[in-house]
């Protein structure tokens, strides 16, 4: 399977729209910028057509084991980044049926 990089995405952007290389890497950058604030604000953010991201609290265990190392450690309580595929996306990848090609 092949990778789509944020540099390709800006690549892209570039080609369709003929904005400036910079001021999209900006853009795009202010947006993830955006997205983790509102994370960090315990709030959702949803994107209409796209999707949805949101922290759930993971509950922290006494006894977890590192998967590197197999040593027994313990985990507090924490928070994770969740995404949800919102209606259009679902749509949108449902006719997929080949799975994709690792590398």
Do not use: C, Y
């Not at 509950?59 to 985990?75: H, I, M």
């Not at 928070?79 to 449902?94: H, P, S």
């Amino acid at each position: 399977m092949e990778k789509l990089t944020k540099a390709a995405i800006i690549e892209n952007i570039n080609e369709k729209l003929g904005v400036n290389k910079i001021e999209i890497h900006q853009i795009i950058d202010e947006l993830f910028e955006e997205i983790k604030d509102g994370l960090k604000s315990n709030r959702i953010i949803e994107l209409r057509g796209f999707g949805t991201f949101e922290v759930r609290i993971r509950k922290g265990r006494e006894k977890a084991r590192n998967p590197k190392t197999g040593d027994v450690v313990s985990v507090d309580r924490h928070g994770v980044a969740i995404f949800r595929a919102g209606k259009e996306l679902k749509d949108f990848v449902w006719d997929i049926t080949t799975p994709p090609e690792k590398e």
